[in-house]
């Protein structure tokens, strides 16, 4: 399934850092797919994708795509930034537990109005004017 | 976040969660190592300028620099100087192996780690937590130090902003936390603060708080962590006079 992608037109503090192993990753989401690595011997994901499997150390994994779906644990606004990204505060941050079972941190754009906590959210990739694309959940209005 | 969603779970609100800076700022008022003194209102610390929603100024540790040193001896040579000295008498350790926010969705305001350490410190030392007179907990801010309280058993889960509102955690209350004015008055000095809350449970133990004293105090219960408890490391300690 592929999700919309949206511009965030700025560039990003902090590029990701795209490794031999995290390049799929990336190209991925620059394409609208947000996946992790599943363990092909006890069936677990694990987020951020990683080689081997945190739950039972196999290094049997494969990609799998996850629905871009979740629920929003908890949040903050942040005005005291690091000096890397003291130029974008305040700026939001959330905790999702994505529908896969799986909890991820994320910076949430768009949304001016605190959501509703405990709100099933939707996910976009967003991407910068650098071209590379990140994973960001969609703003507070288009909650569903 | 603990924050936001510690308020969303239990109704707690900002202005019990920032009692527990003013109380501490009381304490750093009569502790002559504290780096902030003056005391405030809760009204004034509700006025400063937000760190991270919903914590201010000085909700939050400030920025310090401090040293701190205790010795270590066998007991009987403790005893041979004559003068009082403080025991171990538990420790617990306990990392729960995920850092900061865990994979796998758990109960962020429940410190696990902070418990289960506890849980053996009390156990090797042979006590209950109502045996402890006062605890120096490892808390940069407000809500860790209510979350802490709450895992180690200090207050009842759910209500260590309420405890902390209603003075419980205040010297002279039910059960004084931080009586040295905690990492957010007393200060911060990375690395170094898990050694300094030693100093202070040392002192109060040996009787020689001065103006910030327990009174009576024998058994202090004092914590260190990693990330964000997700590793704890757990004391409790007698004093001997």
Same mark, same amino acid.
């Given at each position: 399934?592929?999700?919309?992608?949206?511009?965030?037109?700025?560039?990003?503090?902090?590029?990701?850092?795209?490794?031999?192993?995290?390049?799929?990753?990336?190209?991925?989401?620059?394409? =609208?797919?947000?996946?992790?690595?599943?363990?092909?011997?006890?069936?677990?994901?694990?987020?951020? #994708?990683?080689?081997?499997? #945190?739950?039972?150390?196999?290094?049997?994994?494969?990609?799998?795509?996850?629905?871009?779906?979740?629920?929003?644990?908890?949040?903050?606004?942040?005005?005291?930034?690091?000096?890397?990204?003291?130029?974008?505060?305040?700026?939001?941050?959330?905790?999702?537990?994505?529908?896969?079972?799986?909890?991820?941190?994320?910076?949430?754009?768009? =949304?001016?109005?605190?959501?509703?906590?405990?709100?099933?959210?939707?996910?976009? #990739?967003?991407?910068?004017?650098?071209?590379?694309?990140?994973?960001?959940?969609?703003?507070?209005?288009?909650?569903? | 976040?603990?924050?936001?969603?510690?308020?969303?779970?239990?109704?707690?609100?900002?202005?019990?969660? @920032?009692?527990?800076?003013?109380?501490?700022?009381?304490?750093? &008022?009569?502790?002559?190592?504290?780096?902030?003194?003056?005391?405030?209102?809760? *009204? +004034?610390?509700?006025?400063?300028?937000?760190?991270?929603?919903?914590?201010?100024?000085?909700?939050?540790? $400030?920025? %310090?620099?401090?040293?701190?040193?205790?010795?270590? *001896?066998? +007991?009987?040579? *403790?005893? *041979?100087?004559?003068?009082?000295?403080?025991?171990?008498?538990?420790?617990?350790?306990?990392?729960?192996?995920?850092?900061?926010?865990?994979?796998?969705?758990?109960d962020m305001t429940a410190y696990q780690a902070a418990e289960r350490a506890a849980a053996c410190a009390y156990a090797e030392a042979g006590i209950t937590?109502?045996?402890?007179?006062? @605890?120096?907990?490892?808390?940069?801010? /407000?809500?860790?130090?209510?979350?802490?309280?709450?895992?180690?058993?200090?207050?009842?889960?759910?209500?260590?902003?309420? @405890?902390?509102? &209603?003075?419980? /955690?205040?010297?002279?209350?039910?059960? $004084?936390?931080?009586?040295?004015?905690?990492?957010? %008055?007393?200060?911060? $000095?990375?690395?170094? /603060?898990?050694?300094? %809350?030693?100093?202070?449970?040392?002192?109060?133990?040996?009787? !020689? @708080?001065?103006?910030? !004293?327990?009174?009576?105090?024998?058994? &202090?219960?004092? /914590?260190?962590?990693?990330?964000?408890?997700?590793?704890?490391?757990?004391?409790?300690?007698?004093?001997?006079?």
């Amino acid at each position: 399934m592929k999700l919309p992608i949206v511009e965030v037109g700025r560039p990003r503090p902090y590029p990701p850092r795209v490794s031999a192993f995290t390049k799929r990753f990336w190209d991925s989401l620059a394409d =609208g797919r947000l996946t992790t690595t599943l363990c092909r011997e006890c069936g677990k994901l694990t987020f951020p #994708p990683k080689p081997f499997c #945190p739950h039972c150390w196999s290094a049997e994994v494969i990609w799998a795509e996850l629905v871009g779906r979740g629920r929003l644990y908890s949040q903050t606004v942040v005005h005291a930034a690091p000096g890397l990204f003291a130029a974008e505060a305040p700026y939001r941050l959330g905790i999702v537990d994505l529908e896969e079972g799986l909890r991820i941190a994320v910076r949430m754009i768009g =949304g001016e109005t605190p959501p509703n906590s405990t709100g099933r959210w939707n996910w976009w #990739p967003c991407v910068t004017p650098t071209g590379r694309s990140m994973p960001r959940d969609r703003s507070a209005a288009d909650a569903i | 976040m603990d924050a936001t969603r510690y308020m969303h779970d239990t109704g707690a609100t900002r202005g019990e969660l @920032a009692m527990v800076a003013v109380k501490n700022r009381r304490h750093a &008022a009569l502790n002559p190592l504290a780096q902030f003194r003056e005391p405030l209102t809760l *009204a +004034e610390m509700l006025a400063q300028r937000m760190v991270v929603e919903p914590l201010g100024l000085y909700e939050v540790s $400030p920025r %310090s620099d401090g040293a701190a040193a205790i010795l270590l *001896a066998r +007991e009987k040579i *403790a005893r *041979a100087l004559g003068r009082p000295y403080v025991l171990v008498r538990g420790r617990g350790f306990y990392h729960e192996g995920a850092r900061q926010i865990a994979e796998v969705p758990n109960d962020m305001t429940a410190y696990q780690a902070a418990e289960r350490a506890a849980a053996c410190a009390y156990a090797e030392a042979g006590i209950t937590v109502s045996d402890l007179d006062f @605890a120096e907990v490892y808390a940069p801010c /407000t809500i860790v130090e209510v979350l802490v309280g709450e895992a180690i058993g200090l207050t009842k889960r759910g209500q260590g902003a309420q @405890a902390a509102a &209603a003075g419980e /955690t205040t010297l002279g209350g039910r059960m $004084p936390i931080c009586p040295s004015g905690g990492l957010l %008055s007393r200060g911060h $000095p990375p690395y170094v /603060t898990p050694l300094y %809350s030693m100093v202070e449970v040392v002192q109060q133990l040996r009787g !020689q @708080a001065g103006e910030r !004293q327990v009174p009576g105090a024998r058994l &202090a219960v004092v /914590t260190c962590e990693l990330g964000n408890y997700n590793a704890a490391l757990v004391h409790v300690l007698e004093g001997v006079v």
